[in-house]
């Protein structure tokens, strides 16, 4: 059982165009790079793997790629591009969920370890990259840096998209650590009707991610402000965080 709400089919069927620019050689070509050498010669497994934005191109750069993913709607959409041999997935919950083989890589981009909404679950999510890793292994997180510098007390929102498809904005619960992302997105041109969407992520600091991957017993080796391998700075708004599985 997950805290994670599962994702519709509407959703996964709109999620590559929405994500057309995320999709891009242009901004997956660091992304691939480095989760490339972070594999070597080794397999890689993705946490939520979803309509395999990254694992199908990293698999096309010769990285055996395998996946869990929650929503078989998300798989689908996998599936219409790449067959069950080339690239596996286990439909289930990444924090549980054991699939075979050992990997020397294990990844969960896009924000989404925040899709698990307690911390047990994250904690657990840890341990469950840990138990895939062969010794030496690796597992590359990617997320934001919650964005509470920009919530001075009396204000409740924070938008991060004001655009002409697109309103979003975050409120956020500073007590159980949850923030709401809402989502306004105009799919015509000019009816003045928008679809409204919401999600629930449980948000998290580096620090926190140190202590559930030390929990885990993994180490950190090495944290970056983008794919870029950009430095980390106080005032990154992301990080990409990679923990080692002692050899
Ligand atoms: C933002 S999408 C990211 C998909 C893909 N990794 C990418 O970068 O495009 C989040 C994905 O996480 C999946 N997800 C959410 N909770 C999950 C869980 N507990 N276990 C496995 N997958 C989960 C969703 O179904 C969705 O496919």
């Known amino acids: 059982m997950t805290s994670s709400e599962l994702w519709t089919r509407a959703t996964a069927d709109r999620y590559d165009a929405e994500e057309a620019e995320a999709s891009s050689a242009a901004v997956l070509g660091p992304t691939l790079a480095f989760l490339a050498e972070l594999a070597g010669d080794g397999r890689a497994l993705e946490f939520a793997i979803g309509t395999g934005r990254v694992g199908?191109?990293?698999?096309?750069?010769?990285?055996?790629?395998?996946?869990?993913?929650?929503?078989?709607?998300?798989?689908?959409?996998?599936?219409?591009?790449?067959?069950?041999?080339?690239?596996?997935?286990?439909?289930?919950?990444?924090?549980?969920?054991?699939?075979?083989?050992?990997?020397?890589?294990?990844?969960?981009?896009?924000?989404?370890?925040?899709?698990?909404?307690?911390q047990d679950e994250q904690v657990e999510c840890f341990r469950n990259a840990a138990r895939h890793l062969e010794p030496g292994g690796r597992f590359v997180i990617e997320l934001g840096v919650p964005p509470l510098r920009l919530l001075p007390p009396g204000q409740v929102a924070v938008p991060f998209d004001v655009s002409r498809h697109h309103l979003g904005f975050d409120t956020f619960d500073l007590v159980e650590q949850v923030l709401v992302s809402h989502h306004f997105t105009r799919d015509g041109d000019d009816d003045g009707r928008y679809r409204r969407e919401n999600s629930r992520h449980r948000y998290a600091w580096p620090a926190e991610l140190d202590l559930m991957a030390r929990i885990a017993g993994l180490q950190l080796e090495r944290r970056v402000a983008d794919w870029d391998g950009s430095a980390f700075t106080q005032d990154s708004t992301k990080h990409v965080s990679v923990w080692r599985k002692p050899a």
């Open 56 to 118: 199908v191109p990293l698999r096309e750069r010769g990285v055996p790629v395998a996946g869990i993913e929650l929503s078989e709607h998300m798989a689908a959409v996998l599936r219409r591009k790449v067959d069950e041999r080339t690239l596996p997935v286990a439909i289930g919950d990444m924090a549980s969920t054991v699939v075979p083989g050992g990997f020397t890589l294990v990844y969960l981009v896009y924000n989404t370890i925040t899709n698990l909404l307690t």
